[in-house]
């Protein structure tokens, strides 16, 4: 029997090897079932709690999409996801309208992805679960209801204001929330410029919850992640029997975000076929259906976004001059965590705290020398690999602090520390600047030693063995050096 501390996943799948390694690799969170065809899979279905289905494509007696299409008409509540070796975009259509599937996985797949794509399928069978709870009682009791939904409404109010894009005070991202809740209140389209991970879609989501559309509908389309055809049905939605595999008509995102806000992720990366279909939409307020005679008016604030250089594109030829003006009657652009040092160690001790509690472990903060090293490094990846660093270190982590030593490799080869006069506001510097510093020959000299020291065994992970081969030293030589330069694990940077 399922065990009700676990969610319950079935694997559909016609070669036992394969299924094998699926449910192994998810054996540790999920109470796994397997089924070698899908009349198994379906006696499984009556006589468990399965809330998740990873079927395979190819089956000799059925293919996954009929098979999951049967436990849809049964089990609507379950979510289904295929594994397959080929996708068609038009199989894909055909897919999630006769099946309602949820994701496609195409082989190989990774082991990160398959178990990443497990979690957030048993998460969302759970809010579909709270959402039908929700919707009895919205029935039963409206009143109660209605102001249950006001209050989280509140709540992600308050989660996105411009507030909660966590910074430093005289940060640049300062100036940049001044402008956005200044454009929050016009009804005009805002572009948001920035490398990935600097955080345009929370600049977003804080533009539209602090306009007058803050009660109306906030959707997310990531336009680089999916092509023309289904980007359109996406966007515009299709009638039943536009093309292959609709047999159903859908509403697009655009018809469901009337009198709301919709946030176009990559917006730099659509064709130029497209770019000619959006622009007809920006400029007329209207929308037309793929399959369909008739056009109907929708009211939505377009937020676009792109890490690409939008105006070098539109020199290029590669983006429509009309299309760029359309969507840029404001631009902002987010900064790049290297352009922000001061906000590193106040987003690094906010994301470790939410983390913290999210995972249940709790732990005191960062060691001196490990913000030292955050700070010192320059986050290609900005805010996202920022907290995936984070993430990893919290994961090693046995004691209270978070240690230099749980840093990656890559962040700790990228790190310079070096060392300034001990002082709260003074933080490492490269050596180039701490030679600059001025004064006489020798302390410089030493200001570089201390630095070049105190980054090896950060690098080495306090293996002092391993620091005094690689600087060609003895114990003892290395020993001396540190205790003259007053360098100790989480003493921060060297007194010297």
Known sequence: MTDPARPGILVVDD????AEVIARLLDDEFEVFTALSAEDGLRLLESEWIQVVFSDQRMPEISGVEFLTRVRERWPEVVRIVI?????????IGAINTAGIHQFITKPW????????????TRLYQLQREHDRLSGELKLLPPVAESRVAVRRERVRQSYRFD??????????????????????????????????????LLARAIHYGSPRADQPFYCENCGAIPDELLE???????????????????????????????LDEIGDISPAFQVRLLRFLQEGEIRPVGSNETRRVDVRVVAATHRDLPAEVRA??????????LSTMTLTMPALRDRPDDIPVLARHILERLSAAHGKPVSGFAPDTLACLEAYDWPGNVRELQNEIMRMLVLCDGETLGAELLSDRVLRGATLATRPASPEHGPLPPLELIAQGGPLKTRIERVEAGILMETLVRCRWNKSKAADEL????MGLRA???????ERGAGTPSH
């Not at 070669?15 to 394969?18: G, I, K, L, V």
């Not at 397959?84 to 894909?92: F, R």
């Not at 990774?110 to 399928?121: C, E, F, I, K, S």
């Open 110 to 121: 990774h082991p990160d992805h398959l178990l990443l794509t497990a979690r957030n399928a």
């Open 481 to 487: 050096k540190l205790e003259r330069y007053g360098i």
């Open 84 to 92: 397959t070796g080929y996708i068609d975009p038009e199989d894909i």
């Open 233 to 263: 049905s996406e966007l515009f939605g299709h009638k039943k029997g536009a093309f292959t595999g609709a047999h159903s008509t859908r509403i697009g995102l655009l018809e469901q975000a009337d009198g709301g806000t919709i946030f």
């Open 164 to 201: 909660g894009l966590v910074r430093a005070p005289g940060s640049p991202v300062e100036e940049i929330c001044r402008q956005a809740e200044r454009v929050a209140g016009f009804n005009v389209s805002v572009l948001v410029l920035g490398e990935t991970g600097t955080g345009k879609e």
């Open 15 to 18: 070669e036992p090897r394969s």
């Open 317 to 326: 030829g590669r983006f429509r001059e009309d299309l760029y003006y359309r």
């Open 472 to 475: 060609g030293l003895s114990r």
